[in-house]
């Protein structure tokens, strides 16, 4: 019998904000033009970026979230040919 184990990311929106602004505060304060959401994603959840596309949805929602309370502001940037980069740093 085959067993199948999921795990489940729960993004929190303050874990987020706090770390947008480490990576400020390492800037100099100023903007973190280096750091992609994906980058962000791999920063937060440790190992590395999750593959599982409801997970990528929260984290996506929750930077929306501080976006739209005035909290967080970011461009969207287009990918290449429309196609992602791959999940495996």
């Given at each position: 019998m085959e067993r199948t184990v999921t795990i489940v990311i729960y993004w929190?929106?303050?874990?987020?904000l706090r770390?947008?602004?480490?990576?400020?505060r390492s800037h100099g304060g100023g903007a973190?033009?280096?750091?992609?959401?994906?980058?962000?994603?791999?920063?937060?959840?440790?190992?590395?970026?999750?593959a599982d596309q409801?997970?990528?949805a929260g984290f996506l929602q929750e930077l929306l979230i501080a976006r739209d309370a005035g909290l967080l502001t970011?461009?969207?940037?287009p990918m290449p040919n429309g196609v992602p980069p791959p999940l495996d740093p």
């Open positions: 929190d929106n303050i874990i987020i770390t947008i602004d480490d990576l400020q973190a033009w280096s750091r992609s959401g994906r980058d962000l994603m791999i920063e937060i959840g440790g190992l590395g970026a999750p409801t997970a990528c970011f461009d969207l940037m």
